[in-house]
């Protein structure tokens, strides 16, 4: 859908979903393959995708969310698909699970801490490998720029140095007076 600029006939902006994309959906995610299952975050949230026996049902699924541990079981399946204390602390009650196309559980955690980068989904789990894990922690930084500076589109932005050491905080200070404090 377009509106029309009343003054001049001519289209004035893109109304409609299509006109604001995610940083996502713009620039893609780093999924991380953890055998069982793969995972991803964003700076907001950790999507978990877990293969699931064809035919099964929301009714068939025991997904438990707590603040700090996951738990995936599956009737039919002999053992749990994750069952482990979380790397990072999550908002049980704003986080959710569905079953999609019968064949696939998606999980979404919503970080209790904004661009905390978690090495593994759980404890002792697979972690990510060195590439994969600076791949995730550029993507966070670019979404944190995206969402910082909307005027701008970051999304097939590229690093060519090292990372900041703490990127929920690099470049707070900059456009200030130079004055620490």
Same mark, same amino acid.
């Not at 550029?138 to 990127?167: I, R, T, V, W, Y």
């Given at each position: 859908?377009?509106?029309?600029?009343?003054?001049?006939?001519?289209?004035a902006?893109?109304v409609?979903?299509?006109?604001?994309?995610?940083?996502?959906?713009?620039?893609?995610?780093v999924?991380?393959?953890?055998?069982?299952?793969?995972?991803?975050?964003t700076?907001?949230? $950790?999507? &978990? =995708?877990?293969?699931?026996p064809?035919?099964?049902?929301? /009714?068939?699924?025991?997904?438990t969310?707590?603040? @700090?541990?996951?738990?995936?079981?599956?009737?039919?399946?002999?053992?749990?698909?994750?069952?482990?204390?979380?790397?990072?602390?999550?908002?049980?009650?704003?986080?959710?699970?569905?079953?999609e196309?019968?064949?696939?559980?998606?999980?979404?955690? $919503?970080? &209790? =801490?904004?661009?905390?980068?978690?090495?593994?989904?759980? /404890?002792?789990?697979?972690?990510?490998?060195?590439? @994969?894990?600076k791949?995730?922690?550029?993507?966070?930084?670019?979404?944190?720029?995206?969402?910082?500076?909307?005027?701008?589109?970051?999304?097939?932005?590229?690093?060519?140095?090292?990372?900041?050491?703490?990127?929920?905080?690099?470049?707070?200070?900059?456009?200030?007076d130079?004055a620490?404090?």
């Amino acid at each position: 859908l377009t509106q029309t600029d009343s003054q001049s006939d001519r289209p004035a902006r893109r109304v409609g979903c299509r006109s604001r994309m995610s940083f996502e959906e713009k620039a893609g995610t780093v999924d991380a393959n953890a055998g069982a299952y793969t995972w991803t975050q964003t700076l907001e949230d $950790v999507q &978990v =995708r877990v293969p699931v026996p064809d035919g099964t049902r929301g /009714r068939d699924v025991q997904c438990t969310i707590t603040p @700090t541990h996951l738990s995936l079981r599956v009737r039919g399946v002999a053992e749990a698909l994750i069952d482990g204390e979380l790397c990072g602390n999550v908002k049980h009650e704003e986080s959710a699970w569905s079953v999609e196309d019968r064949c696939v559980v998606s999980i979404m955690l $919503v970080k &209790v =801490r904004r661009h905390e980068s978690w090495p593994a989904l759980v /404890r002792g789990g697979a972690e990510l490998d060195p590439l @994969t894990k600076k791949q995730m922690d550029e993507k966070m930084l670019l979404e944190k720029f995206q969402g910082e500076h909307a005027g701008f589109d970051f999304s097939g932005a590229q690093f060519n140095g090292a990372l900041p050491a703490n990127p929920d905080t690099f470049l707070d200070n900059i456009g200030g007076d130079g004055a620490d404090g």
